[in-house]
């Protein structure tokens, strides 16, 4: 099984442990840093997928919220694209559910921490309605890519700042305690892809 963990950033990067994996003789994990906002996302996705066929992507990183605490992990198939949901009135897609093709493939079904991932290219500093728990600049996007390739797509999200209170000068101070988070999740509280 070859699974794809993709983060956005060096100070995101969290080596993922994948316990109890059952069912497979061998396990490769790759590591993809993608760089920040939906583009750069996609366009290294793409490439990555095109070149390596990963089985799963499991996209990593830290999120703000509104409405959640600092320390919070998210594990999302949900996923709002904030910028085209604007568009709605024109028929824009705006949201995927990743869900069914993990259930097909028997993955991760068992994760906790089901929360919806809103996604868009700017980074949200002050209090507006957003919908969804989470907020970040890639999610979306990735999901976008392996739904056109046909390849399961999960995101755990650790939220790092509330936005509106801590946004950007308070970030630097949550990267380590947020790559703790994530390790501590895959490690010790669902890391087995297939139950």
């Not at 290294?44 to 992507?57: K, T």
């Not at 709605?88 to 705006?94: D, L, Q, S, Y």
Request: hydrophobic letters at 40%.
């Amino acid at each position: 099984m070859r699974i794809l963990v993709t983060y956005a950033v060096q100070n995101e990067f969290t080596e993922l442990k994948f316990p109890g994996l059952i069912g497979e003789d061998e396990v490769q994990i790759g590591y993809l840093r993608t760089g920040i906002g939906k583009v750069k996302s996609a366009f290294y996705l793409s490439e990555a997928i095109n070149h390596g066929l990963p089985d799963l992507v499991v996209n990593v990183g830290t999120v703000g919220t509104i409405r959640h605490q600092i320390g919070d992990i998210f594990v999302c198939r949900r996923f709002i694209d904030r910028d085209m949901q604007k568009l709605v009135p024109f028929g824009v897609e705006f949201e995927i559910d990743s869900s069914d093709l993990l259930a097909q493939k028997g993955y991760c079904l068992h994760w906790q921490g089901e929360g919806i991932c809103n996604t868009g290219d700017t980074f949200l500093t002050e209090l507006s309605d957003v919908e969804g728990d989470v907020v970040d600049m890639e999610a979306y996007a990735q999901a976008l890519v392996c739904r056109a390739k046909n390849v399961p797509f999960i995101a755990v999200k650790c939220v790092t700042n509330i936005i509106g209170q801590n946004a950007m000068e308070h970030l630097g101070d949550k990267l380590a305690d947020a790559r703790k988070g994530l390790s501590e999740f895959f490690e010790n509280t669902g890391g087995a892809v297939v139950l």
